[in-house]
């Protein structure tokens, strides 16, 4: 790809929110095609901390980003900061761009982070986003990068956790990460032939579970796989919380709620269980090649989205394209999974 010869103009980048594999795919896709553009492009450190004058910035070039599709994390590192939540936070970030010659910004982050780029759309300054979350629940988007990794990880994860459940004749539940949205557990036990899974959209009955379970005993088949969300909750019940404390997008902290099931079930069917929590291990270490390619054709696309000046947008998968979507239809609703999904997933509950 030819290099033009005089610098156009300076392009910041941010990652906020939860860390998700395909981060560097994504900032490298950014820089090698803004540079073959004429851009220069500085990386703010910390997310939104960052331009809240917290973190570094540095200058990001070939070298800066060679190679680092493979690495999982970010980079620039990462905060759940929310600079509209912060006196003055606004006008920090305007004067923070300003000082640094930025003439255009691209927000790599999920709903809340995008929320903060289209208010600062809004407040004139150039922003174009890239969807980032391990849920897979931003709307106007097929998918998000990083998720095929955590699939893959909690996959695994089912799958090796078979052959203990087997040869102790336990119910093990395996919880993993998702708060409102489902797809990593739908996915991950659909994959790991979970024969039960429970997702946030649809609370649960335990005595429908109690009787796969006595139903599977009664075929001698003496271990029960569960994967459930760490969002999904009995049906009358509460969502299991770790922490009360909000952050500043207003989320709580959640988990607990396998260790709960877990000793529910024990207690109704007399069945030792055990429960494993997946946590961050879910976000972590390198992207699948699905992620690599899908976050280096977003940081692609992002950077060309500033050339043709399409800002207020993020870059999204259409099916096997990537296309420029409107901001704010990424916004509002979370895509959460569809009754249909989850249905198709039941029909395997309780089978091999
Ligand atoms: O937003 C992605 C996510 O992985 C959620 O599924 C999970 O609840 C949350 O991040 C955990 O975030 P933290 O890293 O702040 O504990």
Known sequence: MALTGARKKQIAIVTGGGDAPGLNAVIRGIVVRAISLGYDVLGFRKGWAG????????????DEVEDIHTLGGTILGTSRTNPYKIPGGVDQVKATLKKFNCDYLIAI???????VAWKLHQDGIKVVGVPKTIDN???A????????????IAADAIDRLHTTAQSH??????EVMGRHAGWLTLHAGMAGGAHVILLPEYPYDINEICKIIRRRESQGKHYTMIAVSEGAKAIEGDIVKQVDK?????????????????QDLEKLTGKEARHVVLGHLQRAGHPTAFDR?????LGVHAAEMVENKEFGKIA??????IVSKDMKAALGELKTVPRHRYDEARIFFGVE
């Open 137 to 139: 629940d931003v709307s």
């Open 246 to 262: 909000k952050d500043m997008f207003g989320h709580v902290r959640l988990g607990g709620i396998g260790e709960r099931l877990a």
């Open 293 to 297: 390619v899908l976050g280096t054709r």
């Open 109 to 115: 982050g999920g709903e809340d982070t995008l929320g």
């Open 169 to 174: 004749e336990r119910v093990m539940v395996v």
């Open 141 to 152: 988007t097929d998918y998000t990068f990083g998720f095929d990794t955590s699939v893959n």
């Open 51 to 62: 331009l809240l004058g917290e973190g570094e910035q540095h200058p990001l070039d070939l």
């Open 316 to 321: 999204a998968l259409q099916g096997t394209e």
